[in-house]
Every structure is written in C-alpha cells, then in structure tokens.
C-alpha cells in the first residue's frame, strides 16, 4: 500500500465540511452531536457527491464524520414535526424517505470509490450510509445498530443496504432485536472490512484512500460499475456481461500501458483512459 499521509482535518462549512488532499476527498458529517440525515444534510451530501462525479482532481472519496455519533440515521424531530401538517406528515415523510433512498444509490452508482471511516455510533439510516459504502473502516469504539423496532417504525429502508453486506439471518437479527453490535462483530457480519484502534482510524483510512487514488480511474470505475451490476444478475448473465466488460477494458489506454509497464517491469503512467 501507499505511505501514509493524514489529512488534516476538515473545516466545518456547514452540515457537511469538504476537504481534497491528494486526489482523496474528505467528507464530514459536520451536524454533532447526532449527525442526523434531516432533509437539509442529505442534499447538502448529495450536492457533494453529485460535484465529484466529474472533478478530475477527485480519485477517492471518505465519508467520515465529527464528533461522538457517526450518523444516528434520520432526524426524528424534523420527522415528527410534520405529524401537525393537514396530511398527517405523509407528503414530507415521502420526500424524505424519496431522499434518502437517493442519496444511498449516489453512493453505490458514484464513479469514484467512496469509504465509510466510521467512530462512534452508526445507527437505522446512519448504519444504511455505512452499508452503502464501498469499503467501511471503524474504530474500535464504533458500534451499529437499527433499532426501529424498538420505537415502532421498523428499519425497513436501512435494511436493503444492510442485507447486501450480510447474511440474511445477520441481517433479520439486527433487525428484529434492534440490539446494538460492538465493531469486532460488524466485522465477524461483514458490515465493516476492517477494525481498527481509534488513534489509528484516519491514517489507515488515508492509506487505503491514496492506494485506490494511485490507480488508473478509468479502470476503478470501469469495476466498481460492474461490481454491482453483476451482483444482481444470474450466473451466465454475469459472466457474458462481465466478459463484454473486460473486451472493453482491454481495448483502454491504461490496460495497454499498465500491461506493457508489468511485462516492462516499470511503474505504469496512468492517463485515465
């Protein structure tokens, strides 16, 4: 992997901070102490996202958040406020769920890779933006639950990200319990794929970030588009799909010179295309 180089922290901007170091883009969940995904941080979120989707400068994105919560999922006040409008709150608790369901498939259809660095609680909505992430790295102290069955609402939009990183019996026990599960069971599930001392989370997260930021972008994207979309297919559909993908891959710039720097036994030049 790369050497390590931490970034500094980021500047509190509003209910999301940005900070772009070496091709690694930091996004902060700068809304403490519960860093709930109310309408507002969920757009000021996907404006983000939606900003490095064509930004050359942008390899690797970090989800990361501030203070002692991650993410506590929605905001139920902002929710529970709209129970006094003439349709008992239906109209906004659609937009916002709408909003929220977006948001997670930016993340999984981003052309950039995005990594859930995850200190502190992530729970119902706040544990659907871990699941959503493409690589998830916690620090001990972190832990995750949802427990919407434990206030009446059950956690069933968290649940579709959840249940594509773990088994289904995994899945159904967060799920019907509610309970909350320390950072080494995360991993032991497969919600998170790495635990690590807090004084340690930023700079390993930084060395996964700048190791993917080294790569030819083209091809990440190329394999993180079709990561996903052969996930959902059947056995042979996946394969002549993913076939058709590497012809293409092949016929890029980058494979014709990270194959000839390999035979050549020389650091490819990379020109992400």
């Known amino acids: 992997m790369a050497e390590i ?14 900070r772009l170091d070496k091709g690694v883009l930091r996004l902060t969940l700068a809304n403490p102490p519960a860093n709930a995904l109310s309408l507002n941080v969920m757009a000021a979120l996907a404006a983000e996202l939606d900003r490095a989707k064509d930004d050359r400068s942008v390899r690797v994105i970090v989800l990361a958040a501030a203070g ?19 349709d008992r709150g239906k109209a906004f608790f659609e937009k916002t769920f709408s909003a929220c369901a977006a948001l997670m498939q930016a993340i999984v259809h981003h052309p950039k890779p995005v990594i859930a660095e995850v200190d502190g609680l992530a729970t119902a909505a706040g544990l659907q933006l871990v699941a959503s992430c493409d690589l998830a790295i916690a620090s001990h102290e972190a832990t995750f639950c949802t427990p919407g069955v434990n206030i009446g609402l059950f956690c069933s939009t968290p649940m579709v990200a959840l249940s594509r990183n773990v088994t289904r019996k995994h899945a159904m026990e967060m799920l019907l319990t509610g309970e909350t599960i320390d950072a080494a069971t995360a991993k032991e599930f497969g919600l998170v794929n790495r635990v690590v001392p807090r004084e340690y989370l930023n700079q390993i997260v930084t060395k996964y970030a700048q190791t993917i930021a080294s790569k030819s972008s083209l091809v990440v994207k190329t394999g993180k588009e079709a990561f996903y979309a052969q996930a959902e297919m059947g056995l042979a559909d996946a394969y002549a799909y993913t076939g058709r993908v590497m012809v293409e891959n092949m016929l890029a710039r980058d494979a014709e010179e990270g194959i000839g720097a390999f035979v050549g036994k020389r650091k490819p030049e990379w020109t992400d295309e």
């Open 68 to 86: 002692k919560v991650f993410c506590a999922g929605h905001d139920l006040k902002e929710l529970s406020a709209h129970r006094a409008d003439a």
């Open 5 to 18: 180089v931490a970034i500094k922290p980021a500047i509190a901007e509003g209910p999301v901070a940005t």
